[in-house]
């Protein structure tokens, strides 16, 4: 798409579904440096790409929010259109809700020409913003072809986990040691930092997995008869659910009103807590059958649904009068 440009300081598969699907230029610029050394690294090479791209429209992805309040303070100078790709972080901040940043992140939603995010609720707080809100939920993957795999007769169950603060990891376990042996819980990533008192006191039926590789995520949610992930930011689509979708697996997600809205009936629902997630893991295989295909009329509507948005994203790329926007 001539005309448009993408950035981001990190490796996101979102940000590289949208530019592949709508053929955007996708600039990823990423460095292993961190603290100020990171922007001190980052800012130049950003500032130089704005340049060598003036006039055009940039979608930046959001985290960072240091590289949007980059855009949007340079867009004058190299006559930018900046459209903020905002993930639930940049909407309303939960990792780091300081006033500070709160104030920071509200205020970018009303400065950007539009904000793209993942469905109607975190809309509405950006309109509320004095943003222009534009909803695109993430597309659902390509999952590998399946790969055999042995395992054991246990219902088995895999936690997708980055070991975050939003995630009730130990509610999870909780429920895991309430539920007992006849189910296997696997916690997937990188678990080198987990405390040792917690990973001793994990019931003897999860296991921690460690960071897994591409194709041996794939196949563990493949072969599971159950994926959990779970958020305790309000309204967060996670990334987990369209990878189960994508190959069929049941699930057990967050209650939050934007998940039961776009997944529907492909999954059961917690609030979660250890009870309310034992429930549901409960609840879940007891209709295994039934889920699985709810999962497939789900994932052809979500299909259906990402085609039409892109469509519209695509529409507004190419107006006239986008290129001639400012603000």
């Given at each position: 798409?001539?005309?448009?440009?993408?950035?981001?300081?990190?490796?996101?598969?979102?940000?590289?579904?949208?530019?592949?699907?709508?053929?955007?230029?996708l600039h990823e610029l990423c460095t292993r440096s961190r603290g100020l050394r990171r922007y001190a690294e980052?800012?130049?090479?950003?500032?130089?790409?704005?340049?060598?791209?003036?006039?055009?429209?940039?979608?930046?992805?959001?985290?960072?929010?240091?590289?949007?309040?980059?855009?949007?303070?340079?867009?004058?100078?190299?006559?930018?259109?900046?459209?903020?790709?905002?993930?639930?972080?940049?909407?309303?901040?939960?990792?780091?809700?300081?006033?500070?940043?709160?104030?920071?992140?509200?205020?970018?939603?009303?400065?950007?020409?539009?904000?793209?995010?993942?469905?109607?609720?975190?809309?509405?707080?950006?309109?509320?913003?004095?943003?222009?809100?534009?909803?695109?939920?993430?597309?659902?993957?390509?999952?590998?072809?399946?790969?055999?795999?042995?395992?054991?007769?246990?219902?088995?169950?895999?936690?997708?986990?980055?070991?975050?603060?939003?995630?009730?990891?130990?509610?999870?376990?909780?429920?895991?040691?309430?539920?007992?042996?006849?189910?296997?819980?696997?916690?997937?990533?990188?678990?080198?930092?987990?405390?040792?008192?917690?990973?001793?006191?994990?019931?003897?039926?999860?296991?921690?997995?460690?960071?897994?590789?591409?194709?041996?995520?794939?196949?563990?949610?493949?072969?599971?008869?159950?994926?959990?992930?779970?958020?305790?930011?309000?309204?967060?689509?996670?990334?987990?659910?369209?990878?189960?979708?994508?190959?069929?697996?049941?699930?057990?997600?967050?209650?939050?009103?934007?998940?039961?809205?776009?997944?529907?009936?492909?999954?059961?629902?917690?609030?979660?807590?250890?009870?309310?997630?034992?429930?549901?893991?409960?609840?879940?295989?007891?209709?295994?059958?039934?889920?699985?295909?709810?999962?497939?009329?789900?994932?052809?509507?979500?299909?259906?649904?990402?085609?039409?948005?892109?469509?519209?994203?695509?529409?507004?790329?190419?107006?006239?009068?986008?290129?001639?926007?400012?603000?």
């Amino acid at each position: 798409m001539r005309g448009v440009i993408a950035v981001s300081w990190q490796e996101h598969r979102r940000t590289r579904e949208i530019c592949a699907n709508l053929g955007i230029e996708l600039h990823e610029l990423c460095t292993r440096s961190r603290g100020l050394r990171r922007y001190a690294e980052l800012v130049p090479r950003t500032v130089s790409l704005f340049a060598r791209n003036r006039g055009k429209t940039v979608i930046v992805q959001n985290p960072s929010l240091v590289l949007t309040l980059l855009a949007v303070l340079v867009r004058p100078l190299f006559r930018l259109r900046v459209i903020m790709d905002a993930h639930n972080e940049a909407v309303e901040p939960y990792l780091n809700p300081s006033a500070a940043i709160r104030k920071l992140t509200h205020w970018l939603l009303g400065r950007a020409n539009y904000v793209i995010v993942t469905n109607r609720h975190l809309a509405q707080v950006v309109s509320a913003k004095r943003g222009h809100p534009i909803v695109l939920a993430d597309r659902i993957p390509e999952a590998p072809a399946a790969v055999a795999a042995a395992r054991d007769a246990r219902f088995r169950v895999v936690f997708v986990c980055t070991f975050a603060r939003d995630e009730p990891l130990d509610e999870v376990l909780a429920a895991a040691g309430a539920l007992g042996a006849d189910y296997e819980f696997l916690v997937t990533g990188n678990d080198k930092h987990l405390p040792a008192n917690v990973r001793a006191a994990a019931p003897s039926n999860v296991r921690f997995t460690g960071f897994l590789s591409e194709q041996d995520y794939w196949a563990a949610l493949r072969h599971s008869d159950l994926v959990v992930d779970l958020s305790l930011i309000d309204n967060c689509l996670v990334c987990g659910a369209y990878e189960a979708l994508a190959v069929g697996t049941p699930m057990v997600l967050s209650g939050s009103a934007a998940s039961q809205e776009l997944f529907g009936t492909a999954a059961c629902y917690t609030d979660n807590s250890a009870a309310s997630i034992a429930s549901a893991v409960g609840e879940a295989r007891g209709k295994v059958a039934t889920l699985r295909a709810q999962a497939t009329a789900v994932r052809d509507r979500m299909t259906q649904t990402w085609e039409q948005q892109a469509s519209a994203l695509r529409t507004l790329l190419d107006s006239p009068s986008m290129s001639k926007e400012h603000r």
